[in-house]
């Protein structure tokens, strides 16, 4: 590649070396003391110039090797062309545009853009909030219009941004530009390390996801310093190439002393804050996605009554929340439509497998937001847990027998079992015994009561005794006499009469029969009755 003093030489003499008609017929610009003024960045060298109508144009030579450049730049003229956004200059690749010892290398031509850097026109503005907040909200209009063309600029950092007389954004610089038709192409600029992503340095192909990164540290910078224009000289803004956040803050986000600067003021910034951490959470750029769609997802509320579900038994409520007018549709599954929704609402359902549901938010102005939810579908444990007895004497064997199903752990008090089994215990008190079971929605039990009966203590034995006028049978053996008898009359009163005296009775010719049970009897009238039947005699 050529070297910069030798395409100056070339330019010096542009009648001869410079072979792009436009430039060649134009007037290269020099200052007070005659030199060409130049403009030089890592790739390339700028000249400008102006044409016979007094249109400033860049003209722009490459130091460095540029691969592809023929192909890669047509392209990228061709998309600049097509989108006909404001903020994009005219730009032209010319393939033999300037001769430089002898070899033809290419050029390309821009529209010159009379503007300072953004980072000088926020320094300059630092003070008038209302002019930073209308700068914030124009460079936020033209990332999101990047963004509807798939488009990205590639290398987002203050110089390649300007602000002109009238307060209008233009990008320069298209090294790095991306469309469509470049997709899959090596990603060999990666830019200023303070505005990138540190993942970009590994970066393999290019996509529209080159800027994200960059515009969320431009624009919160130009938002904290209209909050807070005392933060502009505390992180010497002006005097670095850089706005507010360096490569370091990167590494460890959350412990920077700009984050804690910038959170302390509130509003939004603190959301703001939050989708930096989300950013550097990721090991890809290609995992990021604008942040003006983050912003407003944050916004979006998307709830689930739960993350897991009973397999067709529980109910589940689906609400959400969006405080902004948009096309809402949710679905089940990607792509399986249940209904058109308003900006709040409340789905209820059950589900037989797991299931992710989607809410898909089209803004008015074309940003398509993305909310989801994921709800995990189990079977509940069952439990059968039985006893062959539930009541029994101490150290009576006793089987315990369980089944249990859908669990992923199963314990007989504390102690970790097979699923179906049995066990013998012996019990010598009463006891309580705890099948425990964990399934996917926590730890469920089932408990069994074993009672101890009370061994029998004998501590009196009755005899029931026999009631002689009910229950005993008397035979009585009479003797006949042939002569009369003559008896004193006798009294008798009461007689205690003793079961074990009963067999002196023979005596008096009775017999006496008893059969258990032997009832609880009184002999005094019997005994009477017996001696009034022997004196009728």
Request: net charge neutral; charged share 25%; proline share 5%.
């Amino acid at each position: 590649m050529p070297t910069i003093p030798n395409i100056r030489t070339s330019v010096e003499n542009k009648d001869v070396l410079v072979l792009d008609n436009h430039a060649k017929n134009g007037t290269f610009e020099r200052d007070a003391k005659g030199r060409l003024i130049a403009y030089t960045g890592g790739f390339s060298v700028v000249f400008p110039y102006k044409t016979a109508n007094r249109e400033k144009w860049a003209f722009r030579c490459w130091h460095s090797d540029i691969k592809n450049s023929k192909k890669r730049y047509e392209t990228i003229s061709d998309a600049i062309k097509k989108a006909k956004l404001s903020f994009l200059c005219e730009f032209q690749y010319i393939d033999k545009g300037i001769n430089v010892e002898g070899n033809i290398y290419p050029t390309t031509r821009m529209r010159w853009i009379d503007g300072i850097t953004i980072k000088d026109y926020i320094c300059q503005n630092r003070n008038s909030k209302g002019l930073l907040i209308a700068l914030a909200n124009n460079f936020l209009k033209m990332t999101q219009a990047l963004h509807s063309r798939s488009l990205a600029h590639g290398d987002l950092q203050h110089g390649n941004i300007l602000v002109d007389k009238n307060h209008q954004l233009y990008l320069v610089d298209y090294d790095s530009f991306y469309c469509p038709r470049l997709k899959g192409e090596a990603d060999t600029v990666t830019g200023l390390a303070d505005y990138q992503h540190p993942a970009r340095i590994n970066n393999k192909s290019v996509s529209e996801k080159l800027d994200y990164f960059s515009e969320l540290i431009i624009y919160l910078s130009i938002l904290a310093i209209a909050e807070a224009p005392f933060l502009a000289d505390k992180y010497k803004v002006a005097d670095a190439d850089r706005l507010l956040f360096s490569k370091e803050d990167f590494i460890d986000i959350k412990n920077a002393p700009i984050y804690k600067d910038i959170y302390s003021l509130g509003n939004e910034f603190p959301e703001m804050l939050a989708v930096l951490e989300d950013y550097l959470g990721h090991r890809s750029i290609d995992e990021l996605a604008p942040f003006g769609s983050c912003l407003l997802q944050q916004k979006v509320s998307f709830t689930a009554s739960t993350s897991k579900a009973a397999r067709n038994t529980q109910s589940i409520e689906l609400d959400w929340n969006v405080p902004f007018d948009a096309e809402i549709i949710l679905s089940k599954g990607r792509g399986t439509k249940v209904q058109q929704c308003k900006k709040h609402g409340t789905f209820i359902t059950s589900l037989s497998e797991s299931t992710t549901f989607e809410l898909s938010i089209k803004t008015s102005d074309g940003q398509a937001i993305t909310k989801e939810v994921s709800i995990e579908v189990f079977d509940e444990c069952e439990i059968e847990f039985t006893a062959d007895k539930y009541y029994i004497f101490p150290t009576i064997p006793v089987k315990l027998s369980w089944k249990v199903k859908n669990a992923k752990k199963v314990w007989l008090d504390d102690e970790e079992i097979q699923p179906f089994g049995t066990k013998i215990i012996e019990p010598k008190k009463a006891m309580v015994c705890v099948l425990s079971a964990e399934d996917e929605f926590g730890k469920k039990e089932k408990q069994i009561e074993i009672g101890m009966l009370p061994i029998p203590q004998v501590k009196t034995l009755l005899v029931p005794t026999p009631d002689i006028i009910n229950n005993m049978s008397l035979t009585i053996k009479q003797p006949k006499y042939h002569v009369s008898v003559s008896f004193p009359n006798i009294k008798i009163g009461m007689m205690n009469t003793e079961i074990p005296k009963v067999p002196s009775l023979k005596d008096i010719g009775i017999n006496v029969e008893l059969s258990p049970p032997l009832p609880r009897f009184s002999l005094k009238q019997s005994i009477q009755n017996i001696f009034n039947h022997i004196t009728k005699k």
